[in-house]
């Protein structure tokens, strides 16, 4: 009797690592083969205000005070707390 294996090939696939084990958290995203990075996780837009709202509420200390503030999205658990807090409405989720 012949058995026969089940064989399958990912030749595109975005790939995402993350490791919880260090504050901040770093996390960083693979490609392979000729995928593209589909962007993820929460950006402060031009209407910020500059209130650090957002700053003061983030677990993971990730939020750069610049104008506008910055999030450091390789450190960002995408918790939602800035997005939540901002009273400017100028944090966006993708």
Known sequence: M??????FCIDRAQIEYFNLWVNPIFRETY???DAGVKEKGYYIMDACVGCG????VCPQRCIE???P????????LRCGNCYENCPAHA????
């Open 2 to 7: 012949r058995k026969i294996g089940i064989v």
């Open 31 to 33: 490609t392979l083969g």
């Open 53 to 56: 709202a957002c700053a003061a």
């Open 65 to 67: 005070e610049s104008a």
């Open 69 to 76: 503030y910055r999030i450091q999205r390789n450190h960002c």
């Open 91 to 94: 944090i966006e989720r993708k």
